[in-house]
């Protein structure tokens, strides 16, 4: 995949917990996973896509998208600004 407008760069082991290595995700899916988890509990629980994936509330996210026209799903999106 691409980047995009529509991802962001994930580390599934983050960065404060010693992670260095990312793979794209959707932005919407990636907003919503770092709302469900702090860091610590993503490398406790979500340091790899499988997991993070198959999380309750991720597998609604990543349904939901699935079903959304493409145009839709990026109206949503806010731009994102480096602080």
């Known amino acids: 995949?691409?980047?995009?407008?529509?991802?962001?760069?994930?580390?599934?082991?983050?960065?404060s917990q010693g992670g260095n290595t990312s793979t794209y995700l959707h932005r919407t899916c990636h907003?919503?996973?770092?709302s469900l988890l702090?860091?610590?509990?993503l490398a406790r629980e979500c340091a790899a896509p499988?997991?993070?994936c198959?999380?309750?509330?991720?597998l609604n996210c990543i349904r939901w998208v699935r079903g959304q026209l493409p145009e839709r799903v990026m109206k949503l999106l806010k731009p994102r600004h480096k602080q």
């Open 54 to 58: 198959q999380h309750p509330e991720m």
């Open 38 to 41: 702090r860091d610590r509990d």
């Open 1 to 15: 995949m691409l980047a995009d407008d529509s991802v962001d760069r994930h580390y599934w082991l983050p960065k």
């Open 50 to 52: 499988e997991p993070g």
């Open 31 to 34: 907003c919503n996973l770092h």
